[in-house]
């Protein structure tokens, strides 16, 4: 079992529209948790990080649930440049990260 | 702030050779530093974790005798591929730590390896 799942996609939406990502981890000791952005052919980027509490940041809102190990993010009003691929990330300790294969989002007009 | 480069950004070599990847942190002193590599639709898979002045960890099923990681000093670190191969060719990512205790990372821009 991979440590990090994620739904490989492609989720393709059009502008304005609502998307959910899901991913779930399977170590239970895991500390932190981060959504990161990858665009083709470059370094990923940090979108948010995840709490149990929920955090939301504009248009995106990230959310943690330890007890199903269980991460989502949501995206409202999707815009075209919000295409790429996303990255759960987990942290296991020690600042070792651990990331999923990445969900890939094609936002279209 | 916490911008972190590589060099070369693409690199293209024969079968049998050495290349060398650098990592900086440009406006911060990174006290740790992460290689990572990643293939095609794959995720990003570490390395190997490198301390200023110490030697690097490696995970399970990397060479550390293939894959030569150095951390002098807390702005550099240097990945060198030696006798790389074709399966060597792969997208070589580096990251940057302010502290131990902050798990937050600096990606560097990325080499992208050609071996041929």
């Known amino acids: 079992r991979k440590e990090v799942e994620q739904d490989p996609g492609p989720f393709n939406v059009p502008e304005g529209a609502t998307v959910a990502f899901n991913c779930t981890y399977s170590?239970?000791?895991?500390?932190?948790f981060f959504w990161y952005r990858q665009d083709c052919r470059k370094e990923p980027k940090l979108l948010m990080s995840?709490?149990?509490s929920g955090n939301e940041d504009g248009r995106f809102t990230a959310q943690l649930n330890r007890a199903s190990q269980y991460i989502s993010l949501l995206i409202r009003d999707s815009k075209l440049s919000d295409s790429a691929t996303y990255l759960c990330v987990v942290n296991l300790g020690g600042n070792k990260l651990v990331f999923g294969a990445g969900t890939i989002l094609r936002v279209k007009s | 702030g916490a911008v972190v480069s590589q060099h070369p950004s693409w690199v293209i070599c024969k079968s049998g050779t050495s290349v060398k990847i650098e990592c900086r942190s440009l406006d911060f002193q990174a006290t740790t530093m992460f290689w990572y590599r990643q293939f095609p639709k794959q995720s990003l898979m570490l390395m190997a974790t490198?301390?200023?002045?110490?030697?690097?960890?490696?995970e399970q099923g990397v060479e550390k005798d293939k894959f030569l990681i150095n951390h002098a000093s807390l702005t550099l670190s240097t990945l060198t591929v030696t006798s790389a191969h074709p399966e060597d060719s792969s997208f070589y990512i580096c990251?940057?730590?302010?502290?131990?205790?902050?798990?937050?990372?600096?990606f560097g821009p990325g080499t992208r390896l050609t071996v041929t």
């Open positions: 170590n239970s000791a895991s500390q932190s």
């Open positions: 490198s301390n200023e002045g110490s030697k690097a960890t490696y």
């Open positions: 995840v709490y149990s």
């Open positions: 990251s940057a730590s302010i502290s131990p205790r902050i798990s937050e990372q600096y």
